[in-house]
């Protein structure tokens, strides 16, 4: 039955082209993943980002470079003290279905994302916000959230803390939902037939491992400047298949090239290749809550081991940097950030003291340190898990590789069911708290490791609370370097974007932050 709905599947997507063709100005672009939902207060995935942010549009949005722009607020101001922000919302906003979008929708939403029985994975993004640290525990009411409508139109935020980040953090983390259509069908609202939204586009179709099918929304405030008049989010299956789908002309972009077919795409698809260094992290999160993990000195041992560069220049292989700190180079306001202190070393000597460490800790030939490796399934990604089970072979520790659909595996890692998890961190703003949020003990989902040092805390809260942009980067600094210590997580190294779009795209801007929203998007 998986292998007659695995071949549906691929037929009804080979169908895509000449129905688009039929139906005015359509893209085809393929990202990572199937989604899991649509609902804009519980993504979790980069897929599910891209998808949400044509459905919806926050309070402040992203323009083509990935950079905060007016969305449904039309303008704002900002009180001396950084800390109250009332925004006014465009004139005659409205839901698709027809209804007024006011700013008790956002009142509402914002709450909800907060809410610990929604939750919303990204949740700790608005901590700046007053009380939100509490209600997300649960310790405060949703109605002690620090954000109120003062009319239709204005919606004041009043903030802990300065957040010079914070228009970064609402133009991806202030999408409002359908209050009406939420509290009716809190099962299914947003489904096919069911949803509305507020955003350049409306959900048409959602076949799961198939496509997600959307169509231009007519009551967007700015519907006349949308050029497409739908866009198709093909799941292909892996890297590989969307390859082969573009060369066949079925896509219009594909956001991951394997990195074995890097060197075919310079040389044959020149002008369609977008390299381009990207703000995330590749990493190795350990299970600090059980052994063998809970020991420092295993994680420190196993990090060591981990040759970077051979793994961004043999396997990888697209422009990936090394990584020996949390924070990609490039990021707001933080002109040093902390390394690793082995960052200068030998891998000679990294791997000498790789040995020594699990020694000390017990570990040797008549006792090798074993342990599971969970990954994302796909060619890259084994690759990647393969190439670091050998390196960690050759001081003695064996590395048994487990690959999981990345649905399944961020629910494993929820749960701490895994030992390590390779895994990705994607900004969601330029500045380093978007990468050491990630670690505080109150930062739920998103400290996949469970490390919890309240003097860690101590120092990203007071940075938060700092207005000294240059005493802010110092505490963050500190923190980083922590961190680093202590190992909760191994950095492998920053991103990159390896992207192919075709010539027939018009509007199309490479950005740190690998967010393209179509509403930017045309085709000749």
Request: cysteine-free; overall charge positive; aromatic content about 8%.
């Amino acid at each position: 039955m998986r292998r007659l709905a695995a071949l549906l599947a691929s037929l009804l997507v080979a169908l895509l082209p000449a129905a688009a063709a039929a139906s005015g100005k359509v893209l085809l672009r393929a990202g990572t993943q199937d989604p899991a939902t649509l609902d804009p207060h519980r993504f979790a995935l980069p897929g599910e980002v891209q998808i949400v942010s044509d459905l919806f549009l926050g309070l402040l949005t992203l323009d083509a470079e990935a950079k905060p722009i007016a969305g449904a607020a039309e303008s704002w101001t900002v009180s001396p003290d950084g800390l109250v922000w009332e925004f006014r919302l465009r004139d005659g906003l409205l839901w698709s279905d027809g209804r007024p979008l006011t700013a008790m929708d956002f009142e509402w939403s914002l709450r909800r994302m907060l809410d610990p029985a929604t939750a919303f994975p990204f949740a700790a993004r608005l901590y700046a916000i007053r009380n939100a640290r509490e209600v997300s525990a649960g310790r405060r009411p949703a109605s002690d959230l620090g954000v109120k409508a003062l009319d239709q139109r204005r919606l004041r935020i009043e903030l802990v803390h300065p957040a010079p980040y914070f228009p970064e953090v609402l133009a991806s983390y202030s999408s409002p939902a359908p209050q009406h259509l939420v509290e009716a069908r809190p099962a299914d609202w947003f489904r096919p037939g069911v949803m509305v939204s507020n955003g350049p586009f409306m959900l048409d179709e959602w076949v799961p491992n198939s496509h997600v099918r959307l169509r231009k929304n007519p009551r967007f405030y700015d519907a006349a400047r949308v050029s497409l008049d739908a866009v198709v989010h093909v799941h292909p299956g892996d890297a590989a298949s969307a390859l082969r789908r573009f060369r066949a002309g079925e896509l219009h972009v594909v956001l991951v090239v394997p990195p074995d077919q890097l060197d075919w795409a310079r040389q044959n698809l020149p002008k369609e290749l977008q390299l381009s260094a990207g703000f995330g992290l590749e990493h190795i999160a350990f299970n600090v809550r059980r052994p063998p993990f809970d020991d420092a000195r295993v994680r420190r041992a196993v990090s060591m081991a981990v040759d970077r560069e051979a793994l961004t220049r043999h396997v990888t292989r697209a422009g990936e940097t090394p990584a020996f700190g949390l924070v990609p180079p490039g990021a707001s306001n933080y002109p040093r950030p902390a390394r690793a202190d082995f960052a200068a070393a030998a891998q000679a000597e990294r791997v000498r003291q790789a040995r020594a460490l699990l020694a000390e800790a017990g570990y040797g030939p008549a006792k090798p340190l074993g342990f599971t490796l969970t990954y994302g399934s796909g060619d890259v990604n084994r690759r990647v898990a393969v190439a670091l089970a050998s390196m960690w072979q050759a001081v003695g520790i064996r590395a048994e590789l487990k690959a999981l659909e990345l649905k399944a595996l961020v629910g494993e890692v929820g749960r701490g069911e895994f030992d390590a998890v390779r895994f990705q961190w994607l900004a969601g703003t330029t500045d380093p708290v978007s990468f050491l949020e990630r670690l505080e003990s109150g930062a739920g989902a998103m400290n996949q490791s469970g490390w919890a040092v309240p003097g860690y805390d101590a120092l990203v809260r007071e940075a938060e609370r700092t207005a000294d942009l240059g005493r802010r980067a110092a505490l963050l600094a500190q923190a980083e370097a922590l961190a680093l210590a202590q190992h909760p997580v191994a950095p492998l190294y920053f991103y990159a974007g390896r992207r192919v779009v075709s010539q027939q795209v018009t509007g199309w801007k490479e950005n740190v932050r690998g967010v393209y929203l179509s509403r930017w998007l045309g085709l000749r």
